[in-house]
């Protein structure tokens, strides 16, 4: 996933964006054509391609010849002497001959160290060119799903992924959102009410049944800060400083111990098992997109937004219960699973610190974004899910869906500190 570093000025097309972005990072690799790249070097006109030979030596790895795999390895290695993907390779083809019972990822890790962590973001050899899918073979798109009899949970979820444009679309969100009981669900809807684009009555109707349901669902899930400050914040503008009850508020849902109740791994399944009983093309990737919007929620932007708006505006004592409540609420935030969260609340905690003048938070905030920053760098650097090895492929993908911060944290270089 990509890190979220500025909500400002964020709209329902601005999310979806965020989304593709990380929609094309981690599950890119479904959608890839192992086409090759550019050749570096050829020894003569029936030479393979370097590109081709590193697919050649990818599939053998990944079918068990090994000696296959060594030939090609080889072949790829004499041609080029200077690259790092064959000397990755070589060092995987080890581990399997050595440590077959390792994990692919494991492995994949060991041998990416063990070569010194290099750079694979600009890798002539890598396959990067998207695949469109056939349209003679393509199951159908959502515009065809959306005309077939659906449940309602599946017509909700088409209705979101479409990114919801006309009154048959938001009636499907209004209908099930009495009996929607996953609550991260409920943030996609709050970021397509900023838009602001809808007839009146039917952004009222909208907005209406997601209150209603907000409100039951923040009294059903007591721990959640996430369904609170929604709750509080939908609706305002970014730019209305916060009033005394609003920083009252904000200080009584600080203290709960979550930001959200539900997992990703467990949004995502469940959403990926509606989307595939509709038939649509690439139930995977709708999935995933709708998982990460509902992660990407309006609330922690409104939440910097309107405390960069207050701080000018408030006495000492209202500034320092606002900047507390603001580094609490990070902080919660930055333990989630996903990176985007990490970001974004080691984002709010550093501005919380900053606004109360604590030179000493404001350092830790700043060393511990740093270090994930730098994490993150590496974790991109290594290209582990643009390797056409569908077993190294799968076993990375299942890691970060699991806990995509923790995944991350297997890239960080040996010697970096941990928060």
């Not at 790895?61 to 090609?72: I, K, M, R, S, T």
Request: glycine share 4%.
């Amino acid at each position: 996933m990509t890190p979220v570093r500025s909500f400002r000025k964020r709209s329902w097309h601005q999310a979806r964006q965020l989304a593709q972005a990380l929609l094309v990072l981690t599950w890119g690799p479904w959608c890839l054509e192992a086409t090759a790249a550019p050749a570096l070097a050829r020894v003569s006109a029936q030479t393979s391609s370097p590109s081709e030979l590193l697919t050649r030596a990818c599939s053998a790895l990944e079918a068990g010849d090994l000696d296959g795999a060594a030939g090609h390895i080889l072949t790829l290695r004499q041609t080029l002497p200077e690259r790092p993907e064959p000397r990755l390779l070589e060092s995987l083809l080890a581990l399997r001959r050595t440590r077959p019972s390792l994990g692919w990822r494991e492995a994949f890790l060991q041998a990416w160290n063990g070569i010194g962590r290099p750079d694979f973001r600009d890798s002539p050899l890598l396959p990067e060119k998207m695949l469109e899918p056939d349209p003679l073979t393509a199951t159908p798109r959502l515009e065809t799903v959306w005309k077939k009899e659906l449940s309602a949970e599946q017509r909700f979820l088409v209705a979101l992924a479409m990114s919801p444009d006309d009154a048959e679309q938001v009636r499907a969100l209004v209908t099930h959102l009495p009996g929607l009981t996953t609550p991260e669900l409920l943030n996609p809807i709050a970021e397509y009410l900023k838009r602001d684009q809808l007839p009146a009555p039917l952004r009222d109707q909208l907005r209406a049944a997601l209150r209603a349901r907000l409100t039951a669902l923040s009294a059903e899930h007591p721990r959640s800060m996430q369904l609170r400050a929604l709750l509080l914040l939908e609706g305002t503008s970014d730019q209305a400083p916060f009033t005394a009850r609003e920083i009252q508020e904000l200080e009584a849902l600080s203290q709960l111990p979550d930001w959200r109740q539900g997992d990703f791994f467990s949004l995502y399944q469940s959403t990926l098992r509606q989307f595939e009983a509709t038939g649509v093309s690439l139930p995977e990737n709708h999935a995933y997109s709708i998982s990460v919007l509902a992660l990407v929620g309006p609330a922690s932007w409104l939440l910097q937004s309107r405390a960069e708006a207050s701080w000018d505006t408030l006495t000492p004592a209202e500034r320092q219960r606002l900047g507390e409540a603001l580094w609490r609420i990070g902080s919660r935030l930055s333990d989630e699973s996903s990176i985007v969260e990490r970001f974004v609340g080691l984002q709010m905690m550093k501005k919380a610190a900053t606004a109360l003048g604590d030179a000493e938070r404001l350092r830790r905030a700043t060393e511990w974004r740093a270090e994930e920053h730098a994490t993150y760098s590496a974790l991109e650097s290594s290209q582990s899910t643009r390797w056409p090895i569908p077993s190294l492929y799968k076993a990375m993908i299942d890691s970060s869906i699991r806990d995509e911060v923790a995944h991350m944290h297997a890239f960080r270089a040996p010697e970096a500190s941990t928060r």
